[in-house]
């Protein structure tokens, strides 16, 4: 029989520590061994409850999520650490700020109002990712690295047609706060699915632009995709392509898919019918096969395809899926992947 997940839950409300410990005993393969009510309290439980994944809030008395967080780092913990806070915009940013500290994924906190049959399915998926990362990977610069080649020079106004559709989870917040900064201005278009909860993806977005030569921001429906411009789908909306006067975005909120809303696989299906062979589809980091199909559907099309490496992702399950599928030109470590893109693009007719 396969050992279940132990999961110590940390939170200040009562409340919150039981919807979460029913939501995910609900799941097979997950026990919460102990609950915790401050980090304090859960440094004192960790020695004896050996848990493989934690759950962590981002404000709470006596010491806050995001101090517990560096100190873990700084012991060389090699915990995974689910953050599941108040998505408000201040909360965002301290959620992104624990990503950067080391928390694997980041959901939204559950009310009195939540379905806990609604909330199953995600917190188990996602504790799962946490306790299937890779925890021996080096930390990410986050300083601008401009890839050695410089991107095509662009074609005539209103002339290029060549489109960049990224797809990433579990590590992809990280992974494109390297690589968004690390690629030169003039590029394409990109379009982007992170698996990500509402409300976080416009702080993801804010983070990364104010690193990037680019401009990078959430989407919203109907806008135009541009040169020198990066979307990012919005948590809660698959974000499609398509074509009228030029590219734009529709935001929709159709059924999941994978168990996933945003979907990687409904946007590089898009963009593979209006962009066809100008399309380059790129794989990250992340648990699921979300992606897969979707960049077969880019190689139909006669369009290119990358995935992250398995050394290189902190989970390597949707860059496999593609792989086994036999739908990637090349799969490349993350810091090789800005150059690659521009690489790549420079194979693309415009």
């Given at each position: 029989m396969t050992r279940k997940i132990r999961v110590l839950v940390i939170d200040d409300s009562a409340l919150v520590r039981k919807t979460i410990t029913d939501t995910l005993q609900m799941d097979p393969d997950i026990e919460v061994v102990g609950v915790a009510n401050d980090p304090l309290i859960a440094m004192d439980k960790i020695p004896k409850l050996h848990p493989d994944v934690l759950t962590l809030d981002m404000e709470m008395p006596r010491m806050d999520g995001l101090t517990f967080l560096r100190q873990l780092k700084q012991e060389n913990s090699p915990l995974p650490v689910v953050v599941i806070s108040s998505l408000t915009q201040q909360g965002s940013k301290l959620a992104l700020d624990a990503?950067?500290?080391?928390?694997?994924?980041?959901?939204?906190?559950?009310?009195?109002?939540?379905?806990?049959?609604?909330?199953?399915?995600?917190?188990?998926?996602?504790?799962?990712?946490?306790?299937?990362?890779?925890?021996?990977?080096?930390?990410?610069?986050?300083?601008?690295?401009?890839?050695?080649?410089?991107?095509?020079?662009?074609?005539?106004?209103?002339?290029?047609?060549?489109?960049?559709?990224?797809?990433?989870?579990?590590?992809?917040?990280?992974?494109?706060?390297y690589i968004l900064p690390a690629l030169p201005a003039d590029l394409p278009p990109i379009a982007i699915v992170q698996h990500i909860p509402a409300y976080f993806s416009k702080a993801v977005a804010e983070r990364i632009n104010g690193l990037s030569a680019m401009e990078v921001r959430e989407a919203a429906d109907n806008d135009p995709l541009l040169p020198g411009v990066c979307l990012i789908a919005p948590g809660d909306y698959h974000m499609m392509i398509v074509k009228q006067d030029q590219y734009r975005v529709r935001l929709v909120q159709t059924p999941p898919v994978h168990h996933c809303r945003p979907a990687v696989d409904v946007l590089f299906r898009s963009a593979a019918a209006v962009a066809g062979a100008h399309t380059l589809g790129v794989v990250l980091t992340g648990m699921g096969r979300d992606g897969a199909r979707g960049l077969g559907s880019i190689k139909e099309a006669g369009g290119c395809s990358l995935a992250q490496n398995e050394a290189s992702s902190v989970i390597y399950g949707m860059p496999r899926a593609a792989v086994e599928l036999g739908v990637v030109d090349r799969s490349v470590h993350l810091q090789a992947m800005p150059q690659a893109i521009v690489e790549t693009l420079n194979t693309i007719k415009p």
């Open positions: 990503m950067e500290a080391g928390a694997k994924e980041v959901l939204a906190k559950p009310d009195g109002s939540s379905s806990i049959g609604a909330l199953a399915g995600k917190l188990a998926f996602h504790i799962k990712a946490a306790a299937r990362a890779r925890r021996d990977l080096a930390p990410l610069p986050t300083t601008k690295i401009q890839p050695s080649l410089p991107s095509r020079p662009r074609a005539p106004a209103g002339m290029d047609r060549r489109l960049v559709v990224i797809g990433s989870s579990t590590g992809g917040v990280e992974a494109l706060r």
